[in-house]
């Protein structure tokens, strides 16, 4: 076997290799690149040894931005002292951008000068666009848990959310919170047509009741199902008087008969509203009052909006 058998396997091997590797010197000159990073860079055609990636910005102009990278993290890497990872995405030859993950040791000799850089690239856009796709789907799973499955508007878990992040923020000046409302509503007897007229209709009305009190709230409101017939609307920065007309607009609208499935249906709602921060400093506090204003509405026969008050 010739002396040299075992660095010519060696290099064989290291052609073989899918990743990029490329040593350089203590003073960036290129040492050695694989075949496929050669094929990249389009290199095959010239002898590469003792270049610079600075040489090749001109040599190569249609990768100059990926030498100019290189220059800048072989850098980072020697600033470092250890091995370094950085990413960096193109176009690859199959028309798509191509992340790379590129992990960067540098080595150095005993007086501590620059010795040796060894660089290995790895394609990492499948892995990328796993992540991105998992991402996605979390994402898609953690919206889920904040809807209503029948309505498609926020749960209670999402509306409450909603409005607990509103009221944390901050107002200016810091002392003089910015007034707001918490309209809390359902659907008079709705128990009875429920349980006259069968489930399936009951939902279709509850659909339609969400729709239309969408329509009826403002573009900045907050809207919510609580669960069975009750909802809540959460006005922010809104004083009394216009949380009062929002609230009319919305009784009268509710009132209107309903046409669903055929069936002609005649209900009211009744609405609570408690006010921030009279009425409270944060969402369980104003849901509980807002709760016993629309109790109190009840009380006052059906199709009431009744404000929540201490006293």
Not at 80 to 99: H, L
């Amino acid at each position: 076997m010739p002396p040299n058998a075992d660095h010519v396997d060696f290099l064989s091997l290291l052609n073989a290799i899918q990743e990029f590797i490329v040593v350089k010197d203590g003073a960036g000159r290129w040492l050695f690149c694989n075949k496929t990073a050669l094929a990249a860079y389009e290199m095959s055609s010239f002898d590469y040894v003792g270049i610079t990636d600075v040489e090749l910005l001109t040599l190569q102009p249609k990768f100059a931005e990926g030498f100019a990278r290189n220059v800048e993290t072989d850098e980072l890497a020697w600033r470092n002292r250890r091995a370094t990872i950085v990413e960096k995405s193109f176009m690859g030859q199959d028309n798509r951008i191509n992340t790379w993950e590129v992990i960067k040791t540098p080595s150095f000799n005993a007086d501590g000068t620059r010795y040796r850089l060894l660089i290995v690239s790895r394609n990492i856009t499948e892995r990328k666009l796993a992540e991105k796709a998992l991402q996605a789907s979390e994402e898609r799973f953690k919206n889920l848990a904040h809807l209503d499955a029948l309505t498609g508007i926020s749960n209670r878990r999402g509306i409450l959310d909603l409005i607990a992040h509103a009221l944390a923020q901050p107002t200016t000046p810091a002392s003089t919170p910015l007034p707001s409302a918490l309209i809390y509503m359902d659907l008079d007897r709705f128990k009875l047509i429920n349980d006259q007229r069968g489930h399936e209709l009951g939902d279709e009305l509850l659909i339609a009741f969400a729709r239309r009190t969408r329509l009826c709230l403002r573009e900045g409101d907050l809207f919510g199902r609580i669960g069975g017939d009750e909802f809540v609307a959460f006005l922010p920065h809104t004083d009394q008087e216009q949380a009062l007309q929002v609230a009319s607009r919305l009784c009268e609208s509710l009132s209107h008969r309903w046409n669903v499935k055929g069936q002609e249906i005649h209900t009211t709602s009744s609405i609570g509203i408690a006010f921030f921060p009279e009425a409270g400093d944060d969402v369980h506090t104003l849901l509980r009052h807002a709760d016993e204003a629309l109790y109190q509405a009840k009380r006052a026969g059906r199709s009431q909006i009744k404000v929540y008050s201490a006293q």
